[in-house]
């Protein structure tokens, strides 16, 4: 069974960086798409982007474009997420997925939340 565990959320100041990290186990993670999607209070689940299994990432959310990067170790089976110059907007549960051989992401994690104060 596919578990992902995310950690590194937290309250940071805007303009602030935080990392996010999503454990993997359960599965050959460097045979996966690791994706991020995050969802603030009363909004859509939005999706912040991607990578590869060949380490290629895509950041698809417009309004984080340039300060949002997607990487990952393979070694140790986990998945990064840097969110740099932090803006309250921001503020939402992030969300680790995986998927493998579909369209759709078959995998999630509990979700951590980031909180970014003005």
């Known amino acids: 069974q596919v578990q992902l565990v995310e950690s590194g959320g937290g309250l940071v100041q805007a303009g602030g960086s935080l990392r996010l990290s999503c454990a993997a186990s359960?599965?050959?993670?460097?045979?996966?798409?690791m994706g991020w999607f995050r969802q603030a209070p009363g909004k859509e689940r939005e999706f912040v982007g991607n990578i590869n299994a060949g380490g290629t990432s895509l950041i698809a959310l417009e309004s984080v474009k340039g300060r949002f990067t997607i990487s990952r170790d393979n070694a140790k089976n986990t998945v990064y997420l840097q969110m740099n110059n932090l803006k309250p907007e921001d503020t939402a549960v992030y969300y680790c997925?995986?998927?493998?051989?579909?369209?759709?992401?078959?995998?999630w994690g509990q979700g951590t939340q980031v909180t970014v104060s003005s």
């Open positions: 359960g599965h050959t993670f460097s045979n996966y798409v």
């Open positions: 997925t995986a998927r493998f051989r579909t369209i759709t992401y078959q995998h």
